[in-house]
């Protein structure tokens, strides 16, 4: 049999790092046995449902490279398969309507409760109402759960799970709206798609005994099901939707690159032997669900922010570029054509953890300086400051080949033309073209920067000191 998984989100909230756990591990086991991995977006609950989350959703799996093979299905187009299914199930007696008000409930519910009893549907409708049937009274559908026996399933994380049917109350399956429920759905679903493995939260196994009665109601074959541990918030509240977990999005917009997130992510309840850092290539060969852990993960914002680290000074340079660009586009920042982008990086990327580090860090490579927003600039407005930037403008404006080694050669002449230290020129041409007193090595400043911005840049600080100069 094909092995076939799926990721099935809800898009009432973003895709966050829970999420893409479940993606990533599904992912993995189709690929590991050469099989299909569905996206299918649970898009039945229209009152929280939203479009920008649908967009969230498939732009994070496609920025991580968790590419689908199928899909994606969106069950609210579905809803004529979901509806026939169910007037199937009332035709056989395997489902039933239920004209139950929502005060009855209520009070029952309450009785339960205050008789110490597990709240759960008292069955009133199964074998009554025959009168009501014709009847214009709101109703459910309610899936006629068997009254006997046991629901045995192998977890293949947890191992061996069963629940007696005495605990299982007849679940809706149809609102009185006339859609469809998400346990109808997931399994009816889960079946025509042909999913043989169901990886997904902890949250889910109270659910799996309904659906795997449901499943067998209509006589279609169980899957496999996985059922992966929480993951715990630094406070340790676990990750949900509810609780604001951050959004894949904002890893991607803080300049996190795919292999650092699918490695970091991966690690999140899976281990193999002492290895801490994987490859695509090794995940898909190493990952195995019995090796995940039944325990709960903790997020480890510094283990991702190492990742990062490592990735982006061991990928390709031409995979940096790329992410790179992407970056700098989602965030509209647009560098100058002649900067060299490949050597920048590979200078001054080792210094930093992410992309957005990187590039708050030389904001004066693409956006310009306001002399006036530089703190105590005041200072550098002498006669001496004057000569020197003349001297240093008309020398650069003569060079003529862009090297860092002629770069550096006219700043040492202008050290012994006007005998001043290395560090006094170095600081005041820094202030001139990024506004700070502190950068990298000078004459890769100068460098990166370019000729005509260098010089245009320079010439704004003349005529900001002849300006403000105190005569």
């Known amino acids: 049999m094909k092995v076939k998984t799926r990721f099935s989100p809800s ?19 189709a690929q590991k046995y050469r099989g299909s991995f569905i996206l299918r977006i649970e898009d039945t609950d229209t009152k929280r449902v939203n479009n920008d989350y649908i ?41 039933y309507k239920c004209y139950c008000s929502q005060e009855r409930l209520d009070r029952l519910r309450k009785n339960q409760i205050l008789n110490k009893e597990k709240p759960r549907y008292d069955r009133k409708c199964r074998e009554y109402c025959i009168v009501l049937k014709k009847s214009n009274i709101p109703f459910v559908v309610r ?24 605990e299982l ?131 480890n914002d510094k283990k991702l922010l ?30 100058d054509t002649d900067i060299d982008i490949q050597n920048l990086l590979k200078e001054f990327l080792c210094h930093h953890n992410t992309l957005q580090e990187f590039i708050s860090s030389y904001v004066y490579f693409y956006k310009d300086i306001n002399l006036y927003n530089v703190d105590n600039i005041q200072m550098y407005c002498s006669c001496i400051n004057l000569k020197i930037l003349k001297f240093l403008y008309k020398k650069f404006f003569l060079l003529t080949c862009w090297y860092k080694s002629d770069i550096l050669c006219l700043l040492k002449q202008s050290i012994k033309r006007f005998h001043v230290c290395f560090k006094y020129i170095a600081t005041l041409i820094r202030i001139g073209i990024s506004g700070k007193k502190n950068t990298p090595n000078i004459s890769s400043i100068i460098f990166y920067i370019g000729k005509n911005r260098f010089l245009s840049r320079i010439h704004n600080l003349i005529k900001y000191i002849q300006l403000h100069m105190l005569v």
């Open 306 to 335: 190492w990742l990062n680290h490592y990735y982006l000074n061991s990928l390709p340079i031409k995979t940096i570029i790329s992410y790179f660009s992407i970056f700098c586009k989602n965030k509209k920042i647009f560098l």
């Open 143 to 166: 899936f006629k759960n068997p009254l006997e026996g046991i629901v045995k399933f192998n977890d293949m994380i947890r191992g061996s799970i069963h629940i007696s049917n005495h």
């Open 11 to 29: 898009p009432t909230g973003c895709l966050h790092i829970g999420g893409v756990r479940t993606a990533l591990y599904s992912w993995l086991f």
């Open 55 to 95: 967009q969230d959703i498939l732009y994070g799996l496609n920025y991580l490279g968790l590419h689908w093979d199928e899909g994606p299905f969106y069950q609210s187009n579905r809803l004529d398969i979901y509806k026939n299914i169910i007037l199937y199930m009332l035709k056989k007696g395997i489902a």
């Open 169 to 299: 109350d007849d679940f809706i399956i149809q609102r009185s709206n006339g859609m469809p429920t998400y346990n109808f759905c997931v399994v009816i679903d889960d079946w025509k798609m042909n999913i043989t493995h169901v990886i997904r939260g902890e949250d889910h196994v109270n659910n799996t005994p309904r659906q795997i009665n449901l499943l067998n109601a209509l006589n279609a074959p169980v899957p496999l099901y996985a059922h992966v541990s929480m993951i715990l918030d630094n406070s340790g509240i676990k990750l949900s939707k509810r609780n604001q977990s951050r959004s894949i999005t904002s890893y991607i917009n803080e300049g996190f690159i795919p292999e650092a997130i699918l490695n970091y992510i991966l690690r999140l309840g899976w281990s193999y032997k002492d290895q801490e850092v994987f490859s695509i290539h090794e995940m898909k060969n190493l990952f195995n669900i019995e090796n995940v852990s039944k325990s709960p993960s903790m997020i």
